[in-house]
């Protein structure tokens, strides 16, 4: 089941890079493509900063207003069960998940830990900017749902958080924004990868409850990153 799930998910964003391949190809002879927006489709990454992922869904429901990460945003439409963090806090269920992925890449696992803790150490507290940085390739919006951005980690390595969105996070949301810096800092350095799609399918197994096999998590490595 896991194993489908996986090629299910890198076919779909092998599919989507021929899409976008296309599209380009495309725009060079006419000026007036418009690509499609929203509503429950998949959608090419929007935004005016310049940066790297962080990105985070706003929604408004019936019971009031929500932030999510982008990464359990998307795990609510595969229906992945995730680890239940009930009273754990935010490095508890970050150092359960960097033990999940040291038993498939303990190499990895050391870098992204350094990254965190770099992540921490370095984060400043910023205003809310409107606009979204254009890394995320594609995600999924529903109904009542946009776009925000929660953490912008600059090329310079400058990492800022719009704070007021940031303490809207569960403590689960913050350990996946962790993790996906960390993960997505790692992969930028070291396959030059410039969208975060690998990495939040690689967030949603380190937090899923699901019995994902190490090589299944070695195998998602090597095809959003290999050595």
Known sequence: MADSQMKTEVSMKKLF??????????????????????????????????????LGKFCKTADGKTIKSLDLYEAEFQELKLVDATNKSVSEIVSDALAKLALADAGLADEVKIWI??????????????????????????PGCKDVQIVNWLDSDEVLIYGDRYEMLSNLDKAAIELHEGI??????????????????????????????NEDIQDLIRVNCGR
Not at 29 to 52: C, D, F, H, Y
Not at 189 to 204: H, I, K, P, Q
């Open 117 to 142: 803790a770099y992540f921490n150490a370095n984060k400043t507290t910023v205003k809310a900017s409107k606009n979204t940085t254009d890394d995320a390739q594609f995600s999924l919006d529903m």
């Open 17 to 54: 890079s021929l899409a976008v391949a296309a599209v380009l190809i495309t725009s060079a002879a006419s000026a007036s493509v418009i690509l499609p927006q929203k509503k429950l489709v998949l959608n090419s990454s929007r935004g005016g900063e310049t940066g790297n992922g962080g």
């Open 184 to 213: 997505y800092r790692v992969f930028r350095g070291r396959c030059s990868e410039d969208d975060s799609y690998g990495t939040r399918m690689l967030v949603r197994r380190l937090l899923s409850v699901d019995k994902y096999s």
